[in-house]
């Protein structure tokens, strides 16, 4: 492995303003790049999370923006790429959308990125999710090389996938230096409920499973929790991610996969009861359905790759992570809620949080 840091170095973050963009950009900070891009439309993030500073450049729009992409620096050292549609049931909304925000996106930043010589990495996040296996009978460690499956639950699933494929092309036809960082359930500070545009669906407010638990469990709710909980996820703090995606951009080998994970398993009625406890919330637990969509019901990553290759190894124990998580909700309430707000007329519950 090859020591190295950012210092000195031109970068853009492709959805730099959102939940994990911008806490790689903190971390990119910390190290006195020459210059951090942020290209972001706002779409699922919200302007606060874009710092000030001589080092930030932040341009807002869609990297499939023939302007936007015109208009980007010729010699960037470094390109994390990391807008996305979010997530599966909004694009099982809109898939027009999600091809719109997830595909094209994606295509038309690499064709821009082609032959630019100054590159070192372009890092990819790519979803774990579309490679586990398809299972409620209990999982295994999905590795960088599980076998892909045609038949898929998302829109999300799919166009992740062929961002893998495009970046493949690009990189044997184009020699671009193009790593792949698979993605798990990643959860911390800086995850904003209703953060962006309507997307079509609750979900717009309602995002991943640790942020909507802790935001109800602080209000002493009852979390939804579907399917008895049996479901099972690979939960990875942002600030451990975050480094992940930094150890992919210095010391990923071109054409590679790594998985961003903790290897840790655990159930949603776990998580649940974690975030009851620490929250402080007796209300019981209420049970759901499951989801008629979602057939990768348990699933976790194998880190032993990413260890090895990369000296890379999640750090931030679930619990620990969570009560992080936590804090910060409470500390930036009124932030959190001004951003649901925005969706009042779609979901008038919302309301309810008015105080």
């Excluded at 963009?21 to 190290?31: P, Y």
């Excluded at 210059?35 to 874009?50: E, K, T």
């Excluded at 044997?172 to 798990?184: N, Y």
């Excluded at 951003?339 to 007329?345: E, G, S, V």
């Amino acid at each position: 492995m090859t020591e190295k840091n950012f210092t000195g170095a031109k970068i853009l973050v492709v959805g730099g303003a959102g939940f994990v963009g911008s806490n790689l950009v903190r971390l990119l900070r910390e190290q006195r790049p020459a210059r951090i891009v942020i290209v972001d439309n706002l779409l699922s993030a919200d302007i606060s999370n874009v710092p000030a500073g001589d080092d930030i450049d932040f341009r807002f729009g869609s990297i499939a923006d023939d302007a936007i992409l015109e208009k980007l620096p010729g010699d960037l050292d470094y390109v994390v790429h990391l807008a996305c549609y979010h997530g599966n049931q909004s694009s099982i909304a809109d898939p027009l959308a999600d091809h719109a925000n997830n595909t094209l996106t994606t295509l038309k930043l690499f064709e821009r990125l082609k032959g630019m010589t100054s590159l070192r990495k372009v890092v990819y996040a790519a979803a774990g999710c579309a490679v586990a296996e398809k299972t409620f009978d209990g999982a295994s460690a999905t590795k960088e090389d599980a076998p892909v499956s045609l038949f898929h639950d998302s829109p999300y699933s799919i166009s992740k996938l062929i961002g893998e494929m495009y970046g493949n092309y690009y990189f044997t036809r184009h020699k671009l230096p193009f790593v792949k960082a698979r993605f798990q359930n990643v959860y911390g500070p800086g995850e904003i409920l209703g953060a962006g545009r309507w997307r079509g669906t609750v979900h717009t407010v309602w995002r991943n499973v640790t942020p909507t638990f802790v935001w109800k469990a602080l209000h002493g709710e009852a979390l939804p929790v579907e399917n008895g909980g049996i479901a099972t996820r690979d939960f990875i703090f942002v600030e451990d991610m975050a480094r992940g995606l930094m150890a992919c951009a210095l010391n990923g080998e071109p054409g590679e996969i790594y998985n961003l994970a903790s290897g840790v398993e655990t159930t949603i009625r776990e998580l649940a009861e974690s975030v009851n406890a620490l929250a402080g919330n007796s209300t019981p637990l209420a049970l759901t359905p499951a989801r008629d969509w979602d057939r990768s019901g348990q699933r976790f990553g194998d880190p032993a790759k990413a260890a090895e290759k990369l000296g890379f190894t999640a750090c931030v124990a679930h619990r620990d992570g969570l009560e992080k998580t936590i804090v910060w909700t409470r500390d930036n309430r009124d932030r959190i809620l001004g951003c649901m707000m925005q969706h009042a007329r779609y979901v008038p519950q919302v309301k309810a949080y008015e105080r």
